[in-house]
């Protein structure tokens, strides 16, 4: 098991008769970003909302820093869920108080609070209402609240999906800070080019299953033609 | 994070939400004017009755003395088998205690400790019934009697009555789910079964004195806890008060003791519920928020439906097919439906055992509280539009808007139809009143009809969900009156004036009142021609 980080160890989800996610085994290094790819309904998003401590699994261990994680694994893994829910009462600004306070976060939140909706070009919805806001502004809230509450594991669910290109290279920039400040980052995405362009290591789904982990490169290795893109491996492993 | 801090957060975050509700209402003149005069009516009902202990509409009806003993002493065993039930079914899955999406995001991914969640969740959700119940007994309840001092312990019984059931759900989950052997599906099953019970036996024991078989039960009845404590409550006793305040303080006590991991259980129970809201106001044709669902996370299945496309009406009517596929598709609808069925047939021989041995006054005072009823529960009941306004495919259609509109309508009054007419049909096997029964079966689709037109029509002026409940709910029941008076009219000329037969002037009057509907179903489709999106949007404030 990988001391530091978040290491996955047979993971599995069932819905009925249904294995969503079927003995899922990873691991994630601290200043790493792994890309979760694979069709739709490959398990993704369930094995996700696993990790952030919003479904229970049926079976499997989830660790960080080699510590086996409970019921506080919620705190330590964040999730930007796909679908961006906020409050529609309550103000951007706001929702980032509401995270200082329940995450309790020292003082100098405020200025980072405040950096990071300069950021991603918040400033002037500030205290717009959650109600108010186009889905790549509530996606933009959400990464910032997210960020904001310091979790050592982010995971993010097709983050690029809703943001306009300016909102798509901040979030590029802000996970790139992220992998520097050492916080482990796994975001499942369909757009592979960026996952192509983002991820450290990448892992293929299917069924619930990995079909393959590793860096683009040396997927690419495996392949039979050296000027595979990741979209020709991709396609030849799930189809 | 220590709980008092923890409680400080989620202070802030219901302070802060509350606030803003307010301030949209402070920013629109024309809802801050109809709040307005919704807040000053509800003043002067609430000072009327505590005050002055009388109230415009007490002389409306009142509740026959035989019928309020007997359904007092009924009361401890009906709540016994209510808990029960609740702790049954709470033991299976858990209640679907978030509230708004985003708690899944911003309550379990902080650092607030689950316990503190857990008592917060239970308190709003108690808060939030309570206000529902004291708004329907002081400001909606016209008919009901109470003023004074009996008003504020009866609200209070109510209030605590329905705050206990729902609280109980949560740490009943828990505790099942901490401690399986603690087999408390088991005792809720044992205490619905004692309940039902004690609920036949008064009953079946005054069944022989059938002239007087209302003064008959409460001499059976056993004066169960904690349903007695309510009854009690009722009736000014400090120590029914007291064992009440203490039962509901330990329910919201061990759902924070037992709250340790909860919050997957509670999370997809809420996601559940929220999609289902949406599956059933969108009749199952899929949605954004549907389609967000993690796969067959939310634990919704469909089950497959043969269909054969040559059935499919034209017109306007695929809007009736799709209802009838929307029953079939979902199980949770089809339990839905069935649960309505039992509830209607236990309500209707309910009124028939109370028409069976009650007189002329009881039949009166019944008729005239289930008409109060009825006009309440089509005030109340939701209109929600939004999901079918925002697809593409309803503003596709070639047919007219009023048509597809009046459809729709139609379709949501004939449901309610249904079921109560189930109830009407029982309560008529058991007391033998085959034509009362008759006439109000004839009768049930075009009230019902009027009352979902009264709410379209509201629909198209208040659109925001907490304006309908509001004062949308106030301005439904007062036009359901208004719109009533014209068809009574024309029946009372008819028949009393002119001597016609009762058919005929029902039939008048019948067709006067589907007039005003169909009037009523213009002036919306006016209204929302060419701004449904707005109307949607408006929908979710």
Redo the contacts between chains.
């Keep these: 098991m990988n001391a530091s980080g978040l290491a996955v160890d047979n993971l599995t989800r069932r819905?009925?008769k249904?294995v969503?996610v079927d003995g899922l085994s990873f691991s994630a290094q601290r200043g790493e970003i792994v890309g979760l790819l694979g069709p739709n309904?490959a398990?993704k998003?369930?094995t996700l909302?696993c990790l952030?401590?919003?479904?229970?699994p049926n079976a499997g261990s989830i660790a960080l820093d080699g510590r086996k994680l409970?019921?506080d694994r919620?705190?330590l893994i964040?999730?930007?869920?796909?679908?961006p829910?906020?409050?529609?009462?309550?103000?951007v600004w706001?929702?980032l108080?509401?995270?200082a306070?329940?995450?309790?976060l020292d003082g100098a939140w405020e200025d980072r609070a405040q950096g990071l909706i300069t950021r991603l070009d918040l400033l002037d919805k500030r205290d717009e209402?959650?109600?108010s806001l186009s889905k790549g502004m509530r996606q933009k809230t959400?990464i910032a609240?997210?960020v904001l509450?310091d979790?050592p594991v982010v995971m993010l669910d097709e983050p690029m999906i809703g943001l306009d290109p300016k909102g798509q290279r901040e979030l590029r920039g802000i996970l790139k800070d992220l992998r520097e400040q050492g916080r482990t980052i796994i975001m499942s995405t369909h757009l592979l080019e960026s996952a192509e362009s983002m991820c450290d290591r990448v892992i293929i789904m299917k069924a619930g299953r990995a079909l393959a982990t590793g860096p683009v490169a040396e997927l690419r290795s495996r392949g039979s033609r050296a000027d595979e893109t990741l979209e020709d491996i991709f396609l030849e492993l799930t189809r | 994070m220590n709980a008092l801090a923890a409680l400080g957060a989620l202070a802030y975050l219901e302070w802060r939400l509350a606030v803003n509700r307010l301030k949209v209402v402070l920013h629109q003149p024309g809802r801050l004017v109809v709040w307005g005069l919704f807040a000053l009516w509800v003043l002067y009902v609430t000072i009327g009755r505590v005050s002055r202990g009388s109230y415009v509409g007490t002389a409306v009806f009142a509740l026959p003395h035989e019928i309020a003993a007997t359904a007092l002493a009924l009361f401890p065993a009906l709540y016994l088998a209510l808990m029960g039930f609740t702790m049954a079914r709470s033991t299976l899955r858990p209640p679907a205690a978030f509230a708004y999406p985003a708690d899944s995001r911003f309550l379990c991914g902080s650092a607030l400790p689950q316990q503190a969640v857990a008592f917060w969740l239970q308190w709003r959700e108690f808060i939030g019934s309570g206000q529902r119940y004291i708004f329907a007994i002081i400001a909606m309840g016209v008919g009901f009697r109470g003023a004074g001092a009996s008003l504020i312990l009866i609200v209070l019984t109510v209030v605590v009555g329905a705050g206990i059931l729902q609280m109980l759900r949560l740490p009943v989950f828990l505790v099942a789910q901490r401690y399986p052997k603690a087999r408390v599906g088991l005792i809720g099953g044992v205490l619905l079964i004692g309940g039902a019970a004690a609920l036949a036996y008064p009953i079946y024991a005054a069944w022989p004195n059938e002239g007087a078989l209302l003064k008959s039960i409460p001499l059976h009845a056993f004066a169960l806890p904690p349903g007695s404590w309510l009854v009690g409550t009722a009736l000014g006793q400090w120590p029914s008060m007291l064992a009440l305040f203490i039962t509901a303080l330990a329910l919201a006590g061990l759902a924070a003791v037992a709250a340790g991991d909860c919050y997957p259980e509670l999370w997809e129970s809420s996601v559940r519920q929220y999609a289902q809201r949406v599956r059933l106001r969108s009749r199952l044709l899929g949605t954004r928020a549907e389609s967000a669902l993690p796969d067959a996370g939310a634990g919704l299945r469909v089950r497959p439906v043969e269909l054969s496309l040559a059935r499919v009406p034209a017109g306007p009517w695929p809007i009736f097919w799709k209802d009838w596929l929307a029953l079939r598709r979902s199980p949770e609808a089809s339990r839905g439906a069935i649960g309505f069925i039992l509830v209607a047939i236990g309500i209707g021989a309910v009124f028939g055992f109370i028409a069976r041995g009650g007189g002329t006054e009881t039949l009166i005072g019944l008729g005239v509280g289930l008409g109060y009823a009825a006009v309440a529960l089509s005030a109340q009941r939701s209109v929600t539009l939004a999901v079918e306004l925002r697809k593409p495919m309803w503003w596709l259609s070639s047919v007219p808007l009023p048509e597809r509109l009046a459809t729709w309508t139609l379709s949501a009054a004939l449901r309610l139809t249904v079921f109560v007419a189930l109830g009407v049909i029982v309560a008529a096997l058991i007391s033998g009143a085959y034509a009362a029964a008759g006439l109000v079966l004839a009768l049930l689709p075009v009230f019902f009809w009027v009352g979902q037109s009264v709410g379209v029509a509201a629909y198209s002026i208040f659109p925001s969900k907490g304006d309908l409940r509001g004062p949308g709910a106030l301005a439904r029941m007062l036009a359901c009156y208004l719109l009533f008076l014209p068809p009574i009219g024309i029946w009372v000329v008819l028949q009393f004036v002119f001597g016609q037969a009762v058919i005929v002037s029902a039939l008048a009057a019948c067709s006067w009142a589907v007039l005003e509907g169909i009037g009523l179903i213009w002036f919306a489709s006016t209204r929302l021609a060419g701004n449904g999106m707005a109307f949607a949007w408006a929908e979710q404030r």
Excluded: D, Q, W
């Design positions: 819905f009925g249904l969503a309904g398990g998003t369930t909302l952030a401590g919003l479904l229970r409970g019921p919620a705190r964040a999730l930007v869920p796909e679908t829910e906020v409050y529609p009462m309550l103000t706001e929702h108080v509401f995270v306070k329940s995450c309790r209402l959650g109600e959400l609240c997210t509450a979790s």
